[in-house]
C-alpha cells in the first residue's frame, strides 16, 4: 500500500502534515538564548580579568613594600647589632688595655722586689755594715 504511491508524492503529503515553523521559532529562540548567555559569559570574563589585572598590580606594590620593609628592618636589626659588637669591641679594648697597664704594674714591682730580695741576701742575716755597726754601738756589753 505504501509501496504503490509516488515516494515524492509521499514525501510532500508527509512534509505538508508536519507543523515545522513552533520548532524553527524554538531553536531562533534557542539560539537568541546562546548569544546572549555567551555575550554576558565575555562580560563576565572581561570583568574577572579587569579585576585580576588589578589585583595583580596590587599585589606587586604590596610585594614591593613587604620587600623595602624588610630590607628596611633587616638594616635597622643590622645597624643595631653593629652598634651592640662596636660597643662590646671597646669595652674588651679597655679591658685589654687596663690588663696591660695593670700587668706592667705588676712587673715593675716584682722587678722592685726582686731587687730587694737580692740585696736582703747580700746582706746576710746579720744585715749590711752599717747596721752591724749600730747594732755593736748599741749593744753595751761590747
Given at each position: 500500500?505504501?509501496?504503490?504511491?509516488?515516494?515524492?508524492?509521499?514525501?510532500q503529503?508527509t512534509?505538508?502534515?508536519?507543523?515545522?515553523?513552533?520548532?524553527k521559532?524554538?531553536?531562533?529562540?534557542?539560539?537568541?538564548?546562546?548569544s546572549?548567555?555567551q555575550?554576558?559569559?565575555q562580560?563576565?570574563?572581561g570583568?574577572?580579568?579587569?579585576?585580576?589585572r588589578k589585583?595583580s598590580?596590587?599585589l606587586?606594590?604590596m610585594?614591593?613594600?613587604?620587600?623595602?620593609?624588610?630590607?628596611?628592618d633587616?638594616s635597622?636589626d643590622?645597624a643595631?647589632?653593629?652598634?651592640?659588637?662596636?660597643?662590646?669591641k671597646f669595652?674588651?679594648a679597655?679591658?685589654?688595655?687596663?690588663l696591660?697597664?695593670?700587668?706592667e704594674?705588676?712587673?715593675n714591682?716584682l722587678?722592685?722586689l726582686?731587687?730587694?730580695?737580692?740585696?736582703?741576701d747580700?746582706?746576710?742575716?746579720?744585715?749590711d755594715?752599717?747596721?752591724r755597726?749600730?747594732r755593736?754601738?748599741d749593744?753595751?756589753?761590747m
Amino acid at each position: 500500500m505504501l509501496l504503490d504511491e509516488d515516494p515524492a508524492e509521499l514525501i510532500q503529503v508527509t512534509l505538508a502534515h508536519f507543523n515545522t515553523q513552533p520548532d524553527k521559532v524554538a531553536i531562533g529562540r534557542i539560539h537568541e538564548s546562546l548569544s546572549s548567555l555567551q555575550q554576558a559569559r565575555q562580560l563576565r570574563i572581561g570583568e574577572a580579568e579587569t579585576s585580576l589585572r588589578k589585583l595583580s598590580r596590587n599585589l606587586a606594590t604590596m610585594s614591593q613594600q613587604h620587600s623595602e620593609t624588610m630590607a628596611a628592618d633587616n638594616s635597622m636589626d643590622h645597624a643595631s647589632h653593629i652598634v651592640e659588637l662596636d660597643t662590646k669591641k671597646f669595652r674588651i679594648a679597655k679591658a685589654t688595655s687596663d690588663l696591660e697597664i695593670e700587668g706592667e704594674r705588676l712587673e715593675n714591682e716584682l722587678e722592685t722586689l726582686k731587687n730587694r730580695l737580692h740585696d736582703l741576701d747580700v746582706q746576710g742575716v746579720e744585715g749590711d755594715e752599717a747596721a752591724r755597726a749600730r747594732r755593736d754601738m748599741d749593744d753595751p756589753t761590747m
